[in-house]
């Protein structure tokens, strides 16, 4: 996160925002984050897709690479660190060459989405009007929670809260699936950047000129599967040919579940992708927003998320949720030693969740165990040998 450094400067004169043009986007439209991230695996490129809400088809980023996971002085500028920290930005503009449409139309701004995913499948949806006075075109940060108190733009990170399904079981034909309700990050919503501006009287243009709910608005669309390449991030465009995503009938019943019929992939280093797509006012995305990899037989290795650490009267506590527990054996906590010394195990947790579903865990462990380290990794182990870690998380 990075301090707004004087949330007026947005209403204000910005030096390094390009002014907006509405000429079917002949000109800058520019789209970006400028004072916060998205928390995301990126261990490798992640998944991203932008579109207009009204026309999903019609206007959207396609191909076109709109997110920044490490600064490359070429398209990349932010300070996103390296690949594989799990801090992301959008950086982009609808003016871009192969880009298909622009959002803006003479005088009329429409809304747009931003699906990301990180290299696990977890996501953020994000949504901004456009509809402001501060000529950033775009601006991401508008929808990202602020602390008035300290002037600080939060990151948003990526859940499961995206359209990605969680794994409940698995035969050599058949997977269970639970999606849960998704959520897209808005301009509107109270405790936004966005929502501050407009109820403070900061800007003379009102940024949610029209409401928009980022719970109630949107809805589960569609199961689809696609056969693409294992371990890397899917072309996650429904109207792609090369690698299609295929309508599954299976449709999640009220809470969420269902079961789907699957073959496996008769290629080597192929892999089944199942993802699902989310429903803005009755319109269903052009994109996956959030997917899971299925090799063989077996469901994608369990991730441990929202990872939090703290420490008080003497213990480390912990906190997290795995997504699934299909296949997992053990639980394991570990920490990194200071000084490049390598990793420690800590303890482990015994497993609660039922029928390889996912669980929310808490544990403390006396401060002592950490050795040197100050940070708190989830190690989860499957039954065939597979580990995946978290990212640390401090205390």
């Not at 990349?76 to 298909?100: R, Y």
């Not at 747009?112 to 456009?130: H, K, P, R, Y």
């Not at 865990?361 to 040998?385: H, M, P, Q, R």
């Amino acid at each position: 996160m990075r301090k707004l450094f004087v949330v007026l400067t947005i209403c204000g004169v910005v030096g390094f925002a390009t002014p907006r043009l509405y000429a079917a986007c002949g000109g800058s439209t520019p789209m970006n984050d400028q004072s916060a991230f998205e928390l995301c695996k990126d261990n490798s490129p992640v998944a991203a897709f932008a579109w207009q809400n009204s026309s999903p088809t019609t206007v959207t980023t396609d191909v076109f690479k709109i997110a920044c996971e490490a600064f490359d002085g070429a398209a990349c500028f932010g300070t996103t660190g390296v690949m594989g920290d799990g801090i992301i930005d959008i950086e982009t503009d609808w003016g871009n060459s192969g880009i298909l449409g622009c959002p803006v139309a003479g005088t009329t701004i429409n809304r747009v989405t931003v699906s990301i995913q990180g290299n696990d499948g977890n996501g953020a949806l994000i949504s901004v009007s456009g509809n402001d006075d501060i000529d950033f075109g775009y601006n991401l940060d508008l929808a990202h929670p602020y602390d008035s108190a300290s002037g600080t733009v939060l990151n948003i990170p990526c859940t499961n809260a995206n359209g990605r399904p969680n794994v409940t079981s698995v035969t050599s034909s058949s997977v269970g699936l639970k999606f849960n309700k998704p959520h897209i990050f808005n301009d509107c919503e109270p405790g936004s950047l966005g929502n501050f501006l407009d109820t403070s009287g900061a800007v003379s243009k009102t940024i949610c000129n029209v409401p928009f709910d980022g719970t109630t608005n949107v809805a589960l669309g569609g199961i689809y599967t696609s056969t693409q390449t294992c371990g890397f991030r899917p072309d996650v465009r429904r109207s792609n040919t090369a690698t299609p995503w295929t309508l599954n009938a299976a449709t999640p019943d009220a809470t969420g579940a269902a079961t789907i019929q699957y073959t496996k992939p008769a290629t080597a280093g192929q892999c089944l992708f199942v993802g699902g797509t989310v429903r803005i006012d009755g319109v269903e995305s052009n994109s996956i927003t959030g997917f899971v990899e299925i090799a063989g037989t077996l469901a994608p290795a369990p991730q441990a998320l929202n990872v939090r650490a703290a420490f008080a009267n003497g213990k480390v506590n912990v906190s997290f949720q795995t997504d699934s527990e299909v296949g997992l054996a053990r639980i394991n906590v570990l920490t990194e030693e200071k000084g490049n010394k390598g990793t420690v195990n800590v303890g482990s947790i015994a497993l609660r969740g039922v029928g390889g579903s996912g669980a929310s865990y808490t544990a403390s462990f006396a401060k002592s165990n950490f050795k040197s380290g100050n940070t708190v990794i989830i190690e989860l182990v499957t039954s065939d040998g597979r580990t995946t870690r978290s990212q640390a998380a401090s205390f």
